[in-house]
């Protein structure tokens, strides 16, 4: 997707700047049985840190034993191998016999660094909390979520071009992680298609990219539209736009 192999490393270090919890990296030749192998012809891999118990000791030293999930799609395979439909994931809400029915959340939500993969009352609590009734909305989303840190996020996301996270229409690659003590925060995960690079022509991934695209999951509509929220996400675009996408900071990272 990225003959450059510039791209994702690219991504990594406008997290980093933006002072979000982002993954070490390494650029490697791969070889198996004398054989180069990778992308593009057996050119540069990309060898990278996940989201783990380690990763949360090393950036939530003092909260690491919290709720860590990666949000993902759910892929349905045929006999051959091929994808016959994909369910994206989704905040909202989905009951059974009046109560949130944690099993249809479970394969596209998924439980990391757990030793339970059936402890979803954290997460149970998020998606309630993004679907409360407008009148307690403000106080409930910032009681149990850093908006300014899921803005930010969304923010680099949009200045990257990056359509295949949460809060975009693909609503994938990204982490969420609630400390004992702390508030959801995000993770970014896999920046293997952004600033142009797509594999998905249906995805505006330029620089003209829409900031609001259609096919983003409604709560995290809902939350990157209301007025005080959305003054956060503005702030934080400001911010990159005019500290780190200036010419001489990226200029001085690809010379």
Not at 104 to 119: E, G, H, K, M, V
Request: glycine residues 8%; hydrophobic residues 40%.
């Amino acid at each position: 997707r990225d003959a450059t192999n510039q791209r994702e490393q690219l991504m990594h270090w406008v997290a980093d700047q933006y002072d979000m919890p982002n993954l070490y990296r390494r650029d490697v030749y791969l070889f198996v049985n004398g054989v180069r192998r990778g992308a593009q012809g057996g050119n540069i891999c990309h060898d990278t840190q996940q989201p783990s118990g380690d990763f949360l000791e090393e950036w939530f030293p003092d909260d690491p034993d919290g709720t860590l999930m990666k949000c993902a799609q759910w892929s349905e395979g045929s006999d051959a191998a091929g994808v016959e439909g994909i369910v994206l994931n989704s905040l909202e809400r989905i009951v059974a016999d009046g109560a949130l029915k944690v099993a249809a959340y479970r394969w596209t939500w998924r439980l990391r660094a757990s030793d339970s993969q059936l402890d979803y009352t954290n997460f149970m609590a998020l998606v309630e909390t993004v679907n409360t009734p407008t009148n307690v909305y403000e106080t409930a989303v910032q009681g149990l979520m850093d908006v300014d840190d899921w803005m930010r996020m969304f923010a680099m996301n949009d200045l990257c071009g990056y359509w295949d996270a949460l809060g975009n229409p693909n609503r994938k690659n990204t982490y969420l992680y609630k400390g004992l003590l702390g508030r959801w925060r995000l993770i970014p995960w896999d920046f293997d298609v952004g600033m142009g690079a797509s594999n998905n022509n249906t995805e505006q991934a330029g620089p003209n990219a829409p900031l609001f695209p259609a096919g983003v999951d409604a709560p995290l509509d809902r939350l990157n539209k209301y007025p005080p929220f959305l003054r956060a996400y503005w702030r934080e675009l400001e911010f990159g736009a005019n500290r780190i996408f200036t010419n001489p900071a990226i200029d001085a990272l690809l010379a």
